[in-house]
């Protein structure tokens, strides 16, 4: 089964991903941000974390920290600055989507 996109199972993050991108001078990841999917979630255990990586392999080079309103956004980035991984910290709302749709899956 493909990997889906987070367009898909998490539309309003990924628009608050991009308004929050606005004056970073990364806003060109927006490209990149509506065609990404979500290869798997973050095991970590912490009750807090709604992270996820977006791409098969996770090799951090560079972040970016973006000043969203309730809890905390990271975009992390690859040597290649390809999106691999979006920390989601503190943001029960899109950690009930992403268990809501793999729940769907079952
Ligand atoms: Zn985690």
Known sequence: MAAPLVSDVLPDLLE??????QGTGAEPLEDQLRVLRIESI????????ASFATAPEVKVA???????????????????????????????????LIEEYYESLK
Not at 16 to 21: D, T, W
Not at 63 to 87: K, R, T, Y
């Open 16 to 21: 608050e991903l991009v308004h929050l991108l």
């Open 42 to 49: 973050c095991d970590c255990g912490d009750d807090n974390c």
């Open 62 to 96: 560079s972040v970016v920290e973006l000043q969203s309103i309730e809890g905390h956004l990271i975009i992390d980035l690859n040597a290649a600055d390809q999106i691999c991984f979006i920390e989601v910290l503190s943001r029960p709302d899109v950690r009930y």
